[in-house]
C-alpha cells in the first residue's frame, strides 16, 4: 500500500493535480552547497574510475573514527538499503528466520521474503510507548533464528529505544547466540541522546548499518555503511565485487565533505525538523489523534480510532496530500504515517487537511 499511494500521487502530478507530498521520508531540503561542489571537484579532478569495493580509504578511515574502529570494520554501500539488503542475503541466503519488531520500514520484510527467509515480526504499541516485550521476543527465538533487526530512532514512529530495553535484547542476542542488524540511519539527527549496537562492544558479532541519504539529505546520491567484523566486511565486499563493484569516488568525496561538516549539518536539520515536529504535535494534538510525540524526524504516526487508514489516504489523496497507512509498517490499520518532508507552509496545510479530514 505504500508504494501504491506513492503510484497513485505520481499519477496525479502527471495528470496536472497539486500534492502535498507526506508520504516519503526524502527530506526537501537541499543537499549541502559544500557537498556537491566536494563532488564537481572530484570529478573534474578525474575520480571517475573503478575504484576499491570495500570503499576509499579516506572515507572508511573517518567512519571508522566517528564510531571509534578501525577502517577495516567499514565498507561503503550504494545507499543504506543496500547494506541491508547485503547483510541479510549473506546472513539469510541458506535459510532461516529473522524477528523483526513492528511498526517496521517494510523493505526488511520484503528483502527477507525475497531470499526465502521466513519473517518473524513482533508486535509492539503505542499505549506501551513501543517498547519490545522481551519475554515475547524470547518466545520467538528459535534454533533457526540467525537474525534480530533495530531500527531505533525507529521509522515510522520516531520513537528511540530505551536504554533497558536496547541492553535486554543484546543480553539475549548474545546468550541466543543471534545476530542484530541495527538501522541507525535517523541517529545523528535525533533530537533526544540515541544508544548504538557499537556501545555493546565494537568485537561482537553485531551489525550497523548507517548512511548519508537522511542527515545529509543526500537521498538520490546513494551511499550508505556498515560497520562489522573484519571477516563479514570482506563477504560484503566480495559481494560487491561481483554485483556494484563500488560506490563511484566522487560520491564518496562528496560524503567525506559531508562528514567534515557532520555537526553543523545535523545541527541544522535537528533544528528544522524540530520545529515542523512541534507544529504537528500541536494540530495533530487538538484534532484528537493519538501519537507518540516525535524523538528525531521525519516522521509521526498518529492514530484514531476506528480509522481504516487505508480508505482514509486514499480519500485523503483525492484531497491533495498523500500519508502512508498505517497497514504499511504492520498491523497498524487506525495508524498512518505523516513525513515532515515538504516545505513549511506545505506541511501546515498539510496538517490542516489531515486534521480536516478526521472530522469527516
Known amino acids: 500500500m505504500l508504494y501504491e499511494i506513492n503510484e497513485k500521487a505520481l499519477k496525479l502530478e502527471c495528470e496536472g493535480k497539486k500534492i502535498i507530498r507526506l508520504n516519503l521520508g526524502d527530506p526537501d531540503m537541499a543537499t549541502p552547497p559544500e557537498i556537491v561542489e566536494a563532488a564537481y571537484a572530484s570529478m573534474k579532478a578525474g575520480k571517475t574510475k573503478y575504484s576499491s569495493s570495500y570503499g576509499e580509504l579516506k572515507l572508511r578511515q573517518k567512519i571508522a573514527e566517528l564510531h571509534c574502529v578501525k577502517e577495516e570494520n567499514v565498507v561503503i554501500t550504494p545507499g543504506s538499503k543496500w547494506g541491508i539488503f547485503a547483510t541479510m542475503y ?78 535486554g535484547i543484546v543480553e539475549l542476542a548474545n546468550q541466543k547466540g543471534v545476530t542484530i542488524l541495527s538501522d541507525e540511519v535517523y541517529a545523528a539527527i535525533s533530537f533526544v541522546k540515541t544508544k548504538s549496537i557499537l556501545d555493546y562492544g565494537r568485537e561482537s558479532k553485531h551489525i550497523l548499518s548507517n548512511g548519508f541519504s537522511k542527515t545529509f539529505t543526500m537521498t538520490g546520491w546513494r551511499i550508505g ?56 504535535t500541536t494540530k495533530l494534538s487538538a484534532a484528537g489523534f493519538k501519537f507518540t510525540k516525535p524523538d528525531a524526524p521525519f516522521y509521526v504516526f498518529p492514530k484514531l480510532d476506528g480509522l481504516d487508514s487505508e480508505k482514509y489516504t486514499l480519500n485523503l489523496l483525492d484531497q491533495g496530500v498523500a500519508v502512508a497507512p498505517g497497514t504499511s509498517f504492520g498491523d497498524y490499520r487506525e495508524h498512518f504515517r505523516i513525513s515532515l518532508t515538504a516545505p513549511d507552509d506545505q506541511i501546515e496545510a498539510g496538517l490542516d487537511k489531515i486534521c480536516e479530514a478526521a472530522k469527516q
Request: glycine letters at 2%.
Open 90 to 167: 549473506l546472513m539469510m541466503k541458506n535459510g532461516g528466520n529473522v524477528i523483526i519488531p513492528t511498526p517496521y520500514w517494510t523493505a526488511y520484510d520484503l528483502i527477507a521474503k525475497s531470499l526465502g527467509a521466513k519473517v518473524k515480526l513482533l508486535k509492539t504499541e503505542m499505549e506501551n510507548e513501543w517498547k519490545v516485550d522481551l519475554n515475547k521476543l524470547e518466545d520467538l527465538i528459535d534454533e533457526e533464528t540467525k537474525m534480530i533487526i533495530l531500527n531505533t530512532p525507529n521509522n515510522p514512529t520516531s520513537k528511540v529505544m530505551d536504554t533497558k530495553t536496547f541492553d
Open 225 to 280: 555503511y556498515l560497520v562489522a567484523d573484519k571477516t563479514f566486511i570482506d563477504n560484503v565486499t566480495k559481494l560487491n565485487q561481483i554485483t556494484i563493484n563500488n560506490v563511484p569516488v566522487f560520491i564518496q568525496d562528496a560524503a567525506l565533505k559531508g562528514l567534515e561538516l557532520h555537526k553543523q549539518i545535523a545541527s541544522a536539520i535537528k533544528a528544522k525538523y524540530q520545529k515542523r515536529a512541534d507544529l504537528a
